[in-house]
């Protein structure tokens, strides 16, 4: 029951919205109810042990409506579920014309997102997944910036092409199962050659490679993620992104283990040609909104090589991770917001100085820069200790490249903190205020968050143990 | 049999309403009524038999699948009827001879849902197509309805003599019209009569009855009438053309299929060497690529609907490719999902002033329930999750998966269905997306709260058995 109400009271709020008056109360609604989908994950967690729900569907085809969250999935609905009110929070200064519409798509996609984390029958799963990409789609090219349109239709596309190809994946593993049935463990007990895995392999991967996004596929990440609105690019950083590592290791790993290690070389190779990359762009564009992008394209890379990388650690690491970054990158981009909001740009030759006008804004970003550096004291630093060591052990060069990374992503974000803050002010700077009780409240929780994860972050660990445990059997 | 008899006379009771009914407004509660009764009729033969007891001779065969595909091209129909019947009274003054001729066409379409033997098919296909080369013609002022016409009859009947031909090919090579049951042809061809001894004769006949057939349900190369007979015509009898009439020219291609060529694929392959997998995928890829890349280039709505037309039929024909249980289950759920969402759209394509994309900028401020709709359509057609057209086009690849080792042309159709995205969605770009040059009315007049609320719930309906097909499927008792 709490299962279907976690997708359900997003999706009620969402249609709710598009119905109410003001822009008020859409804000309102919306953080009434993600505070309300945040208690009902809450309570997930009290449960030790899997949860599950399973009700008819579609039985002619194999497909049945079930839900269930074990340690991953649980950390992923804590993940989103706290992300969404924070968030609402931090953008309530922004304006958009028809905030109900905008507020009712938001919620939708947290519906589309928790049903992506939740469901344990293909079918159903491969619905949530395309289901997350519509409000998505929507809010892009509706309140985006001057070239939203061609952004949002790109990445539509693209990531629908990727779904399209998983479609007929499934439906070539579908007629392989034993029992003609979309469920997980029909296809976890799927026994399959080494021609069949190979194939099936490249038709799942390439969905979820799209959507992390993972060199090469990732071209259409920065256009997408720079002309979306804020709040949304949040979302799909913080949030999408990562459906794509959790369908890795929910549906692929254990699925197709020996295609896995085969072509686990070239997938950690692609892997970290993005990381060093998407490293080196980041610390030459001059938008704050396009550096973050590709920051985010670095780090998912690192744990899309972390998770090929067959150890223990990798595994451990990408996972923790994956919650590590998505609150961490939408501290940042809270910040980006906050900047373009008030000074109304995000150029970083037109930025700077602004440590002087806005001194709490500044010491919350140091701690998001530090994390995003991956400091020790950080949570980050846990994921990336965790990923390095994993990495370490599957090939020294591989490792060796992507602690490059380190030192890359230390020049970006420091610079990007130089640039912003430190320096003399200008026209445009001169006017900057501090910034707002909301917004600081989400950050604190934020640098908590942080710095907490960063001096003990055993509960998480603890949380994701047993889908480790599951994953690595295979 | 009941709907074939009584749309006939549904027909001539329209005509006559023409002549004793003088209020215009009258001939679409006519045609309703009449639509009722037919549907009723049919679901009663479905359950009890018919109500007409002729010998056919065999020639025609009344199964639950074809029955149930009448109750689909009825109830769509009148779906249609209520939705664009008062365009219909714009076209022309001889509004009752239009219903008539629908009448005529859904007369066609029972004959073909049934048919067993050749010369059916040859009458069904007539009875189908002479009533639409009418329709098109319908604007009599009009250059383009009058070129589309005689396009349409002239392309039409070139394809009907070939059909004959392959028809008469057959006969030759076989001694019988037939449809031959599928589970008697043994591999070897041992103990067959002579009838069932393949001969250049039957193959012969039977590609030209497949390129015919291929014509009528616009598969490339066999396409080239359809984009300017579907531009040319009336917006209100392009939606029926587009919907009834290509599902039902799908399922006599399936019968005709089911009937002949599935039990001889494997002998053909061995005895002459025509691969009719290999001839069918090809005709699929030529129609996917060449329906979804020319709908790309469009700038008119109507027109890149009509090639969209074209890459759905190369859809529907993965049915034709896999002649299993799910291929007949799917056509049905294609048929279903295509005609609600066409039918739909050409709803408000024919009340648009101006059909061209920058004609549909900012529809989604001035009517939002028409743009939600109208969306919700385009979702289906492209077969987002959710909308009828996801089932339908996932049972189109599953049939394909059952039918053996064709993963290339189930990838090569679903990247197309991805390319089809890019001109679906470019008409929900420009009505939620851009805005209008200046305020002016998209619309002709303005719509009626009813139509409204029958357009919302079509949508609705659409979502609905996007969440339960089976409610499609096991429904009425097929």
Known sequence: M???????????????????????????????????????????????????????????????????????????????????????????????????????????????????????????????????????????????????????????????????????????????????????????????????????????????????????????????????????????????????????????????????????????????????????????????????????????????????????YGLQGALVQMFNHGINVVGLWIVVNVIEQQVGTRKFSELGGLAQKAPTLAILFCVMVFANVALPLTNAFVGEFLMFLGLFSYNVWAAAFACISIILGAVYSLWMMQKVFYGPLNAKTELATDSSGAVNFSLIVIVILVIVGGVYPQPILDLVKDTVQTVLVK | MN??????????????????????????????????????????????????????????????????????????????????????????????????????????????????????????????????????????????????????????????????????????????????????????????????????????????????????????????????????????????????????????FLKLFLGRAAATSVDINRVIGVDWHMFLAILIVCTLLIGNITAVVQHNVKRMLAYSSIAQAGFMLFAVFSLNGTAKEGILLYAVAYSLATIGIFALLSRMKNTSFDGYNGLAKTQPALAFSNTVFLLSLTGIPLTAGFFAKYYMLSAVMQSGHYLWLMIVGVLFAAVSASYYFRVIQSMYFKTAENDFDHLEETPTNTFRILLVLLALVIIFVGIFPQSVLNYLGY
């Open chain 1, 2 to 312: 709490l299962l279907v109400l976690l997708i359900l009271i997003p999706l009620l709020g969402g249609i709710l919205s598009f119905f109410l008056k003001t822009n008020a109360a859409a804000k309102n609604i919306a953080l009434l109810f993600s505070v309300a989908t945040f208690a009902m994950s809450l309570c997930t967690l009290c449960h030790k042990g899997t949860l599950s729900l399973q009700a008819d569907w579609l039985p002619q085809l194999g497909s049945s409506f079930s839900l269930s969250l074990d340690g991953m999935a649980k950390m992923l609905c804590l993940l989103t579920t706290l992300t969404f009110p924070l968030v609402l929070t931090a953008t309530r200064a922004n304006n958009y014309e028809n905030e109900n519409s905008f507020y009712g798509l938001t919620l939708l996609i947290q519906a589309g997102l928790l049903g992506v984390f939740l469901a344990s029958d293909v079918l159903l799963f491969y619905f949530f997944w395309e289901l997350a990409l519509i409000p998505a789609y929507f809010l892009s090219s509706r309140w985006g910036g001057e070239q939203r349109i061609r952004a949002a239709f790109k990445f539509f596309v693209y990531t629908f092409a990727g779904s399209l190809l998983l479609l007929v994946g499934i439906l070539y593993l579908y007629f392989k199962t034993a029992d003609h049935s979309f469920a997980l463990q029909s296809f976890y007990q799927l026994k399959l050659t080494v021609q069949e895995q190979n194939l099936g392999f490249w038709l799942f991967f390439i969905a979820f490679a799209i959507k992390m996004p993972m060199f090469p596929f990732h071209t259409w990440q920065p256009n997408a993620y720079e002309q979306s609105p804020t709040p949304t690019t949040m979302l799909l950083s913080g949030i999408m992104a990562k459906m794509g590592l959790y369908a890795v290791v929910r549906w692929l790993l254990p699925v197709f283990p020996v295609a896995a290690h085969h072509f686990s070389h070239l997938i950690i190779v692609l892997s970290v040609i993005g990381i060093l990359y998407a490293s080196l762009i980041a610390i030459k564009v001059d938008d704050m909104k396009r550096l973050v992008a590709y920051s985010s394209i670095a780090h998912i890379g690192l744990m899309c090589a972390a998770l090929f990388s067959h150890s223990e």
């Open chain 2, 3 to 252: 709907a074939i008899i009584l749309s006939a006379v549904l027909g001539i009771v329209m005509m006559l309403s023409s002549v004793l009914v003088s209020n215009k407004k009258a001939y679409k509660n006519i045609a309703l009524v009449g639509l009722l009764v037919l549907l009723l009729a049919n679901v009663q033969e479905a359950n009890n038999g018919p109500l007409f007891d002729i010998n056919t001779y065999s020639m025609l065969d009344f199964d639950g699948f074809g029955l149930f595909f009448n109750t689909i091209a009825i109830v769509c129909t009148g779906v249609y009827f209520l939705l664009t019947g008062s365009q219909i009274e714009k076209v022309g003054k001889h509004t009752a001879e239009y219903f008539a001729l629908i009448f005529f066409v859904l007369c066609g379409a029972s004959i073909l849902s049934a048919y067993n033997n050749l010369l059916m098919l040859f009458i069904g296909i007539e009875i189908l197509s002479i009533p639409l080369y009418i329709l098109t013609g319908a604007k009599k002022k009009d250059l383009k309805s009058n070129e589309a016409a005689l396009k349409y009859f002239l392309m039409g009947s070139f394809s009907t003599g070939l059909m004959l031909m392959g028809i008469a090919l057959m006969y030759g090579g076989t001694g019988s019209f037939t449809l031959e049951r599928v589970a008697t042809v043994s591999i070897s061809g041992a103990d067959l009569g002579m009838d069932k001894t393949l001969s250049f004769l039957e193959v012969g006949g039977m590609l030209l009855l497949t390129i015919s057939l291929a014509f009528k349900v616009s598969a490339a190369p066999f396409h080239f009438w359809t984009p300017d007979v579907y531009d040319g015509a009336p917006s209100v009898f392009t939606s029926f053309m587009a919907s009834v009439v290509k599902a039902a020219a799908f399922i006599a």
